[in-house]
C-alpha cells in the first residue's frame, strides 16, 4: 500500500472515529495536586497510560495519589509496591513501575528537585530531547508529554495503538512504532495531532481491561516515608 492510501485510511478512520467516539478532554488526567509541577504530573499519568487506557491510567493515579504525599515520595517508592498500589492486574505492571522510578530519579538528579517546568519555556525540539533521554521513559511517555503538556506536535504511539492502527491499514503494518510516529507527525498538520491522539485514546478506552484495586489499601506515609525521602536524597 502507498503512502497515499495510507494517508487515506488515517483519515477516513480518524472521520469515523468523530462520528463514534467521544474524544478525550486535553486534560483529562485532571489538575496537577497542589504543589506539584504540572509537567510531571503528565509525566506521571502518562506513564501509566503507556501500553494501558485513560479510565485504567486515572483510577491508578487516584492510587497512587491516595498512598503517596508527593510525587517526591513516588520517586522513592519501591517498585513493586508501586506497582500493586496500581492495581490488581495492571498491565506491565512491575516494569512500569521502574521505568517511572527511574526517569524521576533523574528528574531529580538533573534538577535538584521533582520538577520538570523549566522544559515549557524551551525550544519544542530541545524539551522532546530531554524527555526522550530519560531513564525508563519510552518514545509514547515522551511524545505525550510534549503534546499535553508542553503544546508541541506529537502523535503519541505505543504497541497497542500502533496495532490498532496497523490493523486499519493506517500506518505500515509491518513498521516500527517510532517510523510510524514519525509518518503520523508528518501527515497530520500540528493542529491536528491533539485531536486525533484524543480521538484514539477514546477509540481505545473502549477496549480497556478492568483491574481490580490493590489487595490492600495503605493510607498515605508521613514519618516513615519522609525519613526514607531524606536517606534516598542524601545518597542521590
Known amino acids: 500500500m502507498s503512502a497515499t492510501d495510507r494517508t487515506r485510511e488515517l483519515r477516513s478512520l480518524l472521520f469515523r472515529l468523530r462520528k463514534r467516539v467521544k474524544p478525550l478532554a486535553p486534560g483529562h488526567a485532571g489538575p496537577?495536586?497542589?504543589?506539584?509541577?504540572?509537567?510531571?504530573?503528565?509525566l506521571v499519568y502518562s506513564f501509566l497510560v503507556w501500553e494501558a487506557s485513560a479510565p485504567l491510567a486515572t483510577a491508578a493515579l487516584g492510587r497512587l495519589r491516595a498512598a503517596v504525599v508527593d510525587y517526591n515520595e513516588l520517586r522513592v517508592c519501591y517498585p513493586r509496591e508501586l506497582a500493586s498500589l496500581m492495581g490488581e492486574?495492571?498491565?506491565?505492571?512491575?516494569?512500569?513501575a521502574t521505568r517511572l522510578r527511574a526517569a524521576l530519579t533523574e528528574v531529580y538528579r538533573r534538577e535538584h528537585g521533582t520538577m520538570l517546568g523549566r522544559l515549557i519555556d524551551?525550544?519544542?525540539?530541545?524539551?522532546?530531547?530531554?524527555?526522550e533521554a530519560l531513564e525508563g521513559v519510552p518514545p509514547?511517555?515522551?511524545?505525550?508529554?510534549?503534546?499535553?503538556?508542553?503544546?508541541?506536535?506529537?502523535?503519541?504511539?505505543?504497541?497497542?495503538?500502533?496495532?490498532?492502527?496497523?490493523?486499519?491499514?493506517?500506518?505500515?503494518?509491518?513498521?516500527?512504532?517510532?517510523?510510524a510516529m514519525g509518518w503520523?507527525?508528518?501527515?497530520l498538520r500540528a493542529k491536528e495531532s491533539e485531536e486525533a491522539y484524543l480521538l484514539l485514546e477514546a477509540w481505545r478506552k473502549r477496549k480497556a481491561p478492568k483491574v481490580g484495586p490493590p489487595a490492600e489499601a495503605k493510607p498515605k506515609r508521613s514519618g516513615k516515608a519522609q525519613a526514607r525521602n531524606r536517606g534516598s536524597e542524601a545518597e542521590s
Open 32 to 42: 496537577a495536586p497542589e504543589g506539584a509541577d504540572p509537567v510531571v504530573h503528565e
Open 89 to 96: 492486574g495492571y498491565p506491565l505492571a512491575v516494569e512500569r
Open 122 to 131: 524551551l525550544p519544542k525540539r530541545d524539551a522532546r530531547a530531554y524527555l
Open 140 to 179: 509514547f511517555v515522551a511524545a505525550r508529554v510534549v503534546l499535553l503538556a508542553l503544546g508541541g506536535h506529537a502523535v503519541p504511539l505505543d504497541t497497542m495503538l500502533h496495532g490498532m492502527l496497523a490493523a486499519e491499514e493506517a500506518v505500515e503494518p509491518g513498521g516500527t512504532i517510532i517510523d
Open 184 to 187: 503520523l507527525e508528518r501527515t
